[in-house]
């Protein structure tokens, strides 16, 4: 028996995917660019065993099944019939971070499954194929495959492969994110759902596509020239316009909650001041600041003193998925 062990970080798309072009491919409609985190970490230990009648998930040592389960089986069978094997698998896994504040992250979550599961069926692959393997069960995963800045282009239906690419190496730029995370995390509609919905229903939906091959060529420019500036704008463009497209739909899907406003007002407040501040906000209510090392000490006190926020946790850039392999017993 052989059993692999793999850690991805999250990320934090700058530049936002909202929008599929196949959902039974799970192809992305718009090019996306992340920052991996070094600070939010998904480990997870994957055996296969001829023993087991089905796969097993356990969770911050709690045993799941479900809908969470099924998507694990998904990416498992795609690992069995790549290996021609037929057997199921115990999934062990944990975050760094807890799971229940909101931030627990599917990204994180299927990089280091899709990178466990083909070590510990002993498939040779590449982070590319690793990388393409976690975008079918979550795009935003695709991304968690890689280190530092990252880049997932769109597809046309019917494309049969899509991966990540590294823009930069984390070195390349040290880019700082507060993470404010605020009191109702755990209870939104999920981006999955919340991204089918409003590209059924959002008269924004059209705009929003249209919008974002712009907005990701910025932040590319922006990451190569090191500019804050520009990185942050359109990394605020990108998240309000997103949710702005969410709202619009019918009936609108609402992430942010007060908390959320009173951030991107003390975030605007921090730029007033000079302080090169942006915020960036996923399918939930909590608001990332995007900053410099020497800005994180005022961001985060301001983060700290505003209304609604629970705590703040801070990010450096993290680098790539890593796996180990070892034997396991009998
Ligand atoms: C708002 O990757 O979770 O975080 O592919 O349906 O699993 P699925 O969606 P997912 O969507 C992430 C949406 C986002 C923006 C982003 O990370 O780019």
Known sequence: MREATA?????????????????????????????????????????????????????????????????????????????GSSERAHVLTSNDFPTASGLASSASAFAALALAATAAAGLQVVAGEVSDLARRSSASAARSVLGGFVRLASAERGADFLAAEQVAPAGHWDVRVVIGVNAEGAK???????MLHTQRTSPYYAAWVSLCPGLAKAVEEAIASRDIEALGEAAEHSALAMHASAMAAAPGVVYFNAATMACLQTVRELRRDGVP??????????????????????????????????????????????????????
């Open 7 to 83: 850690s991805a970080h999250a990320n934090i798309a700058i530049a936002k995917y909202w929008g599929k072009a196949d959902e039974a491919a799970n192809l992305p409609a718009v090019p996306s660019v992340s920052m991996t985190l070094a600070a939010l970490t998904t480990t997870t230990t994957v055996r296969f065993d001829a023993s087991l009648g089905e796969d097993e998930l356990i969770l911050d040592g709690n045993v799941v099944q479900g809908k969470a389960l099924h998507r694990v089986t998904a990416l498992l069978d795609r690992v069995r019939a790549r290996a």
């Open 188 to 194: 939104s509609v999920g981006s999955t759902d919340g």
């Open 277 to 330: 501040a942006y915020a960036t906000m996923d399918a939930g209510p909590h608001v990332k600041v995007i900053t410099l090392p020497e800005h994180v000490g005022v961001v985060d006190e301001r983060m700290r003193a505003t209304a609604g926020l629970v705590r703040t946790i801070v990010s450096k850039l993290g680098g790539p998925a890593v796996v180990r392999v070892s034997s396991a017993g009998p």
